[in-house]
């Protein structure tokens, strides 16, 4: 019989950083969550709030058995979007959701 997975999409809402990261520590420490699919997809301008904490985030995560998945922009308009999505593909060890077709082509080297 195959297993079902449950699978937690990217956090959609404007939260500020502390609501945001003690989510997070919840989902790591109290859910039975497989996967957590964690980053900015809205927004580009809400990446330097949040941004700074993935890596410990993403590692809380991990700790917890969790897979993560770092989730991108819906729509990357511009140079400096890119070059975010430059840095997020340079991250080791980590699965990344592309939501944007021209992620694609980032993610392909």
Not at 3 to 18: A, N, Q, T, Y
Not at 40 to 61: G, N, Q, T, W
């Amino acid at each position: 019989m195959k297993r079902s997975r449950l699978v937690m999409g990217p956090v959609l809402f404007h939260w500020d950083e502390d609501r945001k990261k003690d989510f997070y520590s919840r989902i790591a420490d109290e859910t039975d969550v497989d996967t957590v699919h964690v980053g900015e997809v809205v927004c580009a301008k809400r990446m330097p709030f949040f941004d700074k904490h993935l890596p410990s985030v993403i590692e809380r995560l991990q700790r917890s058995g969790k897979e993560v998945v770092l989730s991108t922009l819906a729509l990357v308009m511009n140079e400096r979007e890119v070059n975010q999505i430059r840095d997020i593909a340079q991250m080791p060890d980590i699965m990344i959701e592309a939501n944007d077709i021209s992620v694609v082509r980032l993610l392909a080297g």
